[in-house]
């Protein structure tokens, strides 16, 4: 049997101080050598624009949207404050196309930090534009130190969710990089963890036969955690089975 596929999705680079110009899209070692350690094959494409999008992932089987930038606050109708950091429109509408383009081509989604904020955008909520400042600092929710190496809070799951069947636990530790966050989330955004603070850190959705997970800490950086092996393979599994 062949390997799924998945588009990873990419950031872009201009690398200075050259006589000329020179751009690179890229995808972390994280990103993309987890996946295929779990038995995927992975694709970095560079922006597209929506008919480009469309057209690869009809060919392909997953789409995995990695963390980066603020999401543009215009995409849920905001004015960016002081506190949103820096944003790349061009980025946000190309990782959009290849959102819409997955769910229209029924490919399994998965979606982390930067990436789930803009899937829950996409499915009609709104985010916190900077935590500290409009929700409060009970949890430190920006634990850059903490990534790779241990849990920066806990998160409690939502019972008979697939996050729930998947692990079997009521409570969950993982890590934190992020200074946004999901304010509102869409009809079809069915919540599945929250922080301890009230932050939603995770939904899902299965309308109309689309399969997408969204989490808003980077398992993918949680390599020697059991429980975020599960999410992963989850994921992948479900593009194998997906498969035509």
Known sequence: MRKPVI??????????????????????????????ERGALTVIPPFLSDEDADRLMAGLDGLFVTGGADVNPALYGEEKLPECGDIEPDRDASDLA?????????KPVLAVCRGSQLCTVHFGGSLYQDLP?????????????????E?????????GTPLHNLLGKDVLGVNSTHHQGFKTLGPDSIPMAYAPDGLCE????EKDGTWIRVYQWHPEMMDFNDNMDKILCDFVNECKNRMK
């Open 98 to 106: 290849l959102i819409k383009a997955a769910l229209k081509h029924k």
């Open 151 to 159: 849990d920066s809070h806990t998160v409690n799951i939502v019972p």
């Open 133 to 149: 400042t409009q929700l409060g600092d009970k949890i430190k929710h920006t634990d850059l130190y903490n990534t790779t190496k």
């Open 7 to 36: 588009a990873v999705t990419s950031s872009k680079k201009e690398i200075p101080d050259l006589p000329f110009e020179y751009i690179q899209y890229s995808a972390s070692h994280a990103e993309v050598g987890v996946l295929m």
């Open 202 to 205: 995770s939904w899902y959705s």
